[in-house]
């Protein structure tokens, strides 16, 4: 055992202890407990803004940054470490933002250092909140087909154009968007930009989901100028950092299919359904069913940590964030077809206040999304037939 | 502890892999299925085996092992595994040495230095159905002055009819299906009483039938507590899930490395067949699978090497996770192989058929999945 390993278990937990408001440490009840920062964001409670002012104060919003960004700058073990024992006192996560999973890692890897030392302390702080602008209407799992241009004006870019399904457009404050710099070559001729969204010129639309909610837009561009210290990587080179930034939105999304804290989807079913003279789930077709997708859960758990580990360690195929994206998404919704069965027909109302405003029927809806938003679930297919298998083009 | 392996797991796996694929390969096993081998394995292999300490890589370096874990064990599973190499390490190397980790040193002493050395194979006896159940103990061991006399049958004990250590689990106390009241035992090979009838399994190897009539053991062949064996069985149990999860999932990597192959090469409608998405949707799915099941295998490895209190939980999620991807893998490398996949002249329904025997031994993932459904409370 790593003695200063265990010293650093030991101060966490203890810090923790005495710094997460017990409020803090209750599993969400929904997604609105989300705490995602930025210029519009209002505050669930003092709380939530406690949590995230005295985690942000030590860098542990993004633990394993460098410091001098913001972060933490913890080492993957420690990371590890400080992640076990949030989870250990249920401590929820204090920021949770695209900035953060997203941007942050293609800024740490391809920013100026002026584009570092100006955005990420914002992101690590959540005084910025970011969206993401890569899709089209006819550019979604064809990606580099996009169309949106941005026109070279000498000191800065011309974007016109629209993008799509664009997830918060309307509550964040800046974008990274895509767009098309050069159309004689596809991939070659896109460039990533960092601009306001209230730079002039920018508007957005909302969209309504299956789930009722509408947590994404159209969102339009007409003449919008961005000067141009705000490329991020080179000209033209924009696939490359846009393929980058994919990777950790992928791994994010897979992050969706862990084990959930809180209730069980066991615990939900025996509630719902009791259980027979023996103790057991008393629905045997669906207690079989609930422990084989428990089954694949848990080792999907095992598959997550080993990820992680290993993505640190720099062991990883660049393509397997596609393998996680694709296994952790399909397991969700696996998950909430369990749960929905379970739930019978309560778990069908909509309104009523006891299926708190149709909580069960819209997380399922929501979860249909997981294995189309940040690329397809056939797109991972296809990445991984390619990339890591090296099965030939068709 | 990080899951993958560190430098010095990678090193033996990158001695045991070249090794095993040389000593080993799949042409082995044909040869000697063909010969109708009536061992059904190599007992010049098993003693290379001790000489590159494989057999005891998990005995303590006091008694002349390795000191090696979980980790290392499945590593040779695993190479055993990819090359269908047929072998008592399972039962002798990981579940008969896992029960004389727990047993005293009188047992220690008579069979640790003959497997290190790779002159003992041990079988394990725990089933007594068609279907495992080794909650449920009906062999009795009725006391007989300071010793015991065992009557009942056992089934589906690999490699049984060549062992020289027989564990077996009988009860001492109670009910077929009480929790307490079960005993070990490790018994030499000739004992009057034990009749054995080796059977040819699907695979090609071999597991024996065995009846136990009247058989009178002295008390030193108690392995650990009278009475209170199912913490010995509990433990032996959680090791050779996992060393036979560690096995499937080299299985399964063999199947799928072939397959692979075979379809990057193979051409219809004038294309590579590996090129059609039909095939590559399939065998991504199959890589997602084999890599999940690959991580909950090292899982339970580390949970067992740390004394973790879950390991008795992620030993079952291993072993039906492996039993689930590696069925995907051998169901598929038939399939895509097309008509030559069901040739015997073709490798690749061999790995089908041990896939199946292994999927079976110590629970299948049905047994698996309920198993963690109870201790979940469900
Ligand atoms: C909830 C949600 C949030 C989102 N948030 C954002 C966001 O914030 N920013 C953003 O830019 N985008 C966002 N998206 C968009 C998302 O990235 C796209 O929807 C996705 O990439 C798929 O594109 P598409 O909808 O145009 O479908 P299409 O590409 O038209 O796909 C339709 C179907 O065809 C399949 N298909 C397509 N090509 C192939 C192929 N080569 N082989 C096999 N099958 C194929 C697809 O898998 C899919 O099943 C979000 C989407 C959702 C649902
Ligand atoms: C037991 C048995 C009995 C048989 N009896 C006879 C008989 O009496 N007479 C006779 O003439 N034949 C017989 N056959 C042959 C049988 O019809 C062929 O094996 C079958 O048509 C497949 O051809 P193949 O074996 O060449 O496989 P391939 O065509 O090489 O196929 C290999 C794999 O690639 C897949 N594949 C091929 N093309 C595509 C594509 N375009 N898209 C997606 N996937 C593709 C296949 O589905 C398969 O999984 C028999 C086969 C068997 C196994």
Redesign the pocket.
Known sequence: MDDALEDFRRDTRAWLEENCPPEMRKPMRSEKDICWGGRKFTFASDAQKQWLDVMAERGWTVPDWPSEYGGGGLSPAETKVLKQEMAALGCRVPLQSFGISMLGPALLKYGTEEQKQEHLPKIARGEIRW?????EPNA????ASLATSAEDKGDHYLVNGQ?V???YADEADWIFCLTRTDTSQKQGGITFLLFDMESDGVSTRPIR?ISGASP?CETFFEDVKVPKNQVLGEVNDGWSVAKYLLGHEREMISGMGGRAQGLTLSDYALNKLGADEQGRLDDSVLRARIAMHEVRSHAFAAMSERFIDQLKAGKIHSAQPSMMKYYGTELNKDRHELLMAAGGSDALEWESEASGGGKAARAWLRTK?NS????????QL?IVAKRILELPEG | MPLFHDEDQETLANTVGPFMADRAPVSHLRSLRDADDPAGFSRDLWREFGQMGFTGVLVDEADGGLGLGHVEAGIVLEEIGRNLTPSPFIGTAVGAVEALRLADRGLKETWLPGIVAGETVAALALDEAARHRPQSVALKAERQGNGFRLTGAKQFAPFRHEADLLLVSARTAGDASDEEGVTLFALPRSHPGITVKAERLADSSFAARIELDGVDVDGSTVVGEVDDGRSVLNRVLSAVRTGASAELVGVAGGASAMTLDYIKQRKQFGRIIGSY?ALQHRAAHLYAEMEVARAATLKAQQSLDAGSETAERDASVAKAMAGMASSLAVREAVQMHGGIGMTDEYDVGFFMKRQRVLAELYGDADFHADRLARMEGY
């Open positions: 969206c993401q602008g890569y899709s979604g799992s064809d990606l993008k399904w664009t997830s989901l994404f999304a189309i938003e940040g690329g397809t679930s056939e797109i296809n | 998405q």
